[in-house]
């Protein structure tokens, strides 16, 4: 079993950059699947991107393909989640998700794990 913490949310211009993290502070996630996710206020937790358990394998919903780039460092037990070029219609709780099977996916149930969330707010 593992417990994810997010950070690396704030507040950003439209057009700047964030980079979120996500480290597991309890058990290894090296062999996990780890996907992102969002929710905007009043909307469904909708699928950002994710990676497979070495790495060699990332998918990126449509809307952020270009921009963002879905990474891991697996000997410092880290996800991260690099976001340019912001836009003030993504502000939303970001989550970190792991699949114990290690393929990840885009699918909210093929995620046994999951983040507390953290803010990102980007202002026009």
């Known amino acids: 079993q593992v417990q994810l913490v997010e950070s690396g949310g704030g507040l950003v211009q439209a057009g700047g950059s964030l980079r979120l993290s996500c480290a597991a502070s309890?058990?290894?996630?090296?062999?996990?699947?780890m996907g992102w996710f969002r929710q905007a206020p009043g909307k469904e937790r909708e699928f950002v991107a994710t990676?497979?358990?070495?790495?060699?394998?990332?998918s990126y919903a449509d809307p952020v393909k270009g921009r963002f780039t879905i990474s891991r460092d697996n000997a410092k037990n880290t996800v991260f989640l690099q976001m340019n070029s912001l836009k003030p219609e993504e502000t939303a709780v970001y989550y970190c998700?792991?699949?114990?099977w290690g393929g990840g996916g885009r699918i909210r149930t093929q995620y046994e794990y999951w983040g507390q969330g953290t803010q990102v707010t980007v202002s026009s």
């Open positions: 990676i497979n358990w070495s790495g060699g394998r990332t």
């Open positions: 309890r058990g290894t996630i090296s062999s996990y699947g």
């Open positions: 998700a792991a699949d114990q």
